[in-house]
């Protein structure tokens, strides 16, 4: 029941509070770059609309720009033109509002597939960089086997799936699990926030719609916050690994049937060693990140290449 309702709790935010948060980041954004004789509210008067829509367009050009002081005025203003359909146009102007908040959120987030920029916990890097560490060496006693730290890791997560109902370990992990998701969640939106401010400051360079000064400096602060998130996604990570890893350990090494310990074997082949690989001095490597190219340019490019190859291939016999 409980999970039910915090699944609820994170899907009523992910609909509601994330779109408003982006609204309310994009009018700053807007507030800080934009020029005042190109702001949103200067643009939508210049409209020769009329009637409701021209309500609807100054107040979603209110809350864009950050004017919600406006919104209370532009009630008054077009009160007779709301009076003819007083019984629906609050609702059409909620939903309205919702649903173009929410459709802006989705754009944002989804700016992120266009880059190249994917990063993802390096499983091999950190078997490698801990497979001397006493807890490393007792998963593999009780696993047995020489796996890949991948494989042992869905060991790890299969056997807890199905075996784990100590209801404060099952709660623990949700804790860790949510952070991860709040972690890698944001560095994508501030991954598409990055790429929206390189397109605008690559048209401020030419334009004078927008501040160049403004732009740089929040594409700055914007590359450290995801830098940062990507570091706590990193932690977030490993912090969830390592709880996987010693609660198989705990339930693995306690035999129920005989009430008794298991004792680790004091002899026996290494079977960490073929997990030793060289070490990165790289920020991504001592993170233990890897890079995984993807998004639509790499895609493009990977096209690119594959048509190259094929027309190499065509012409290979002929020449």
């Known amino acids: 029941m409980i999970g039910r309702v915090d699944e609820l709790i994170q899907r009523l935010f992910s609909f509601f509070v994330l779109p408003v948060l982006n609204v309310t980041i994009v009018s700053l954004l807007l507030h800080w770059c934009l020029s005042e004789q190109y702001s949103v509210s200067a643009l939508i008067a210049k409209l020769d609309i009329g009637g409701v829509t021209q309500y609807f367009a100054n107040v979603l050009g209110a809350i864009v720009s950050g004017n919600f002081d406006t919104i209370k005025d532009l009630a008054g203003r077009y009160s007779n033109q709301i009076a003819t359909v007083s019984n629906i146009v609050a609702l059409i102007v909620f939903l309205t ?51 890949d730290f991948a494989v042992a890791t869905d060991v790890v997560r299969s056997f807890l799936g199905e075996h784990s109902v100590d209801a404060s370990r099952v709660a623990r992990r949700n804790t860790l699990a949510r952070s991860l998701g709040v972690a890698r969640t944001t560095f994508e939106y501030a991954k598409s926030y990055m790429c929206l401010l390189v397109l605008a400051w690559l048209i401020a360079m030419v334009a004078p719609v927008l501040k160049l000064s403004s732009i740089t400096l929040l594409l700055a602060v914007t590359v450290a916050i995801a830098l940062g998130y990507l570091i706590w996604y990193a932690n977030a990570y490993q912090e969830l690994l390592e709880f996987d890893i010693d609660s198989f350990i705990a339930m693995r090494s306690y035999d129920a049937g005989n009430d008794r310990f298991v004792k680790p074997p004091e002899d026996g082949p290494d079977l960490c060693a073929g997990l030793i690989q060289p070490a990165s001095k790289r920020l991504l490597g001592m993170l233990h990140l890897k890079h995984h190219p993807a998004g639509v340019l790499y895609d493009i490019y990977e096209l690119g290449r594959g048509l190259v190859a094929w027309t190499a291939t065509r012409r290979g016999p002929s020449t």
């Open 97 to 147: 509002i919702v649903i173009l908040m929410f459709l802006l959120d989705r754009a944002i987030y989804y700016v992120n597939w266009i880059v190249p920029l994917d990063y993802g916990f390096d499983l091999a890097a950190y078997g490698a960089q801990h497979c001397g560490d006493a807890r490393i060496r007792r998963l593999f006693s009780l696993l047995d086997q020489p796996f």
